[in-house]
Each structure stands twice: as structure tokens, then as C-alpha cells.
């Protein structure tokens, strides 16, 4: 089944971009100029250098996180991104946690809970990533997760690894 690019009203979803091949900040800043195609960015954080989660042997990665208004339906947000990362040179990756061009995760969309086979929100791993929560907290640290009643700066306090979320020059 193809996602269609059902519109609703517009929503504020926060998307997550992570680089480690490559011109990193370059694939970065042109998946953000692909997503404006379809939404309206308000807000990007700032670059951060960080280390791979998983599988370790790898290069370090560049991460963002976006607020994005979009009218865009939960599935049509999630095929307009991997369309995006496919137009950048992303491949389906062999193994978990390959190193790759281009990630672009739908972390939040408004207040929504969502499961099934092919997305999950909130993401399922963001809230045990400081890689994700660190540029969040950046640009929405006093926004409140409905789900677990805690800030997103709260969260970035207890959550593991953030020492190692260096900012980008």
C-alpha cells in the first residue's frame, strides 16, 4: 500500500536528521531544503557531532532535529522522507545501524500516539537517545511529552550519553 499524501490541518512535527557518510552538514542542509518542499520548517537546532549507536565501527555522525508544520498525514510525512532520503543516495542498509547518508526520523507529530508496522510515535528509541533529545531540548526543551508528563529538557537530564553530544562547529 502506497502513502498518499492525505492532508489534514497542519500539524507541528519534530523530525530527527542524522549524517555519517560523506559531506555531512552538506546532506543535512539538503534534506532540510527537500522537506521545505512539503512543510513549512520553523525552527532547526543546532549541528551536533556524535558517536554511532549500535553498531560502533563506524564513522561519527552529524545530528539535527526540525519543528516542521506540515499538512502532511503521519504515513504521508514518512514517504515524503524516504523519499527524501533516497533522492540524497540512501540505501537499504544490510545490517541495523549502517553508516548512511541521509536519516530522517519523525520523532513527535502534534499530541499523537501512534503504532504499526512501518511507524511508530513518539519514536520508539528517542527518549533513551541523547543524540535526539539534546537538539530537541534545543529548540523545544520546555515542550511536554503527554505520554510520560516530563519536559524534554527534564528528559535530556536523565538521559545517558549526553557528554557526548558535542556541539558542531
Given amino acids: 500500500m502506497v502513502a498518499r499524501e492525505l492532508k489534514v490541518s497542519p500539524v ?6 542524522g549524517s555519517n557518510l560523506g559531506d555531512k552538514a552538506d546532506n543535512i542542509a539538503r534534506a532540510l531544503d527537500y522537506l521545505s518542499e512539503k512543510t ?14 549500535g553498531f560502533t565501527e563506524q564513522p561519527r555522525f552529524l545530528n539535527a532535529v526540525c519543528r516542521v508544520s506540515t499538512g502532511l498525514s ?9 523519499a527524501i532520503e533516497k533522492k540524497l543516495g540512501r540505501h537499504v542498509s544490510p545490517y541495523p545501524n549502517a553508516p548512511r547518508i ?7 507529530y502534534g499530541n499523537l500516539t501512534l503504532q504499526t508496522p ?5 519514536h520508539p528509541r528517542m527518549f533513551e537517545r541523547a543524540f535526539v533529545l539534546v537538539p530537541l531540548s534545543q529548540i523545544a526543551g520546555d515542550l511536554l511529552i503527554t505520554n510520560n508528563s516530563q519536559t524534554i529538557s527534564q528528559l ?12 558542531w562547529k
Avoid: N
Avoid at 503521519?74 to 524516504?82: D, H, I, T, V
Avoid at 541521509?102 to 513527535?108: M, V
Avoid at 512501518?118 to 513518539?122: A, D, E, F
Fill in 12 to 17: 507541528i512535527a519534530y523530525l530527527g536528521l
Fill in 102 to 108: 541521509i536519516d530522517i526520523d519523525i520523532l513527535l
Fill in 118 to 122: 512501518s511507524l511508530t510515535i513518539p
Fill in 74 to 82: 503521519p504515513q504521508a510525512l514518512l514517504a515524503f522522507s524516504k
Fill in 156 to 167: 535530556v537530564e536523565k538521559v545517558a550519553g549526553k557528554e557526548g553530544v558535542i556541539l
Fill in 40 to 53: 513549512r520548517i520553523e525552527r532547526v537546532s543546532s549541528l551536533y557531532d556524535t558517536s554511532p549507536v
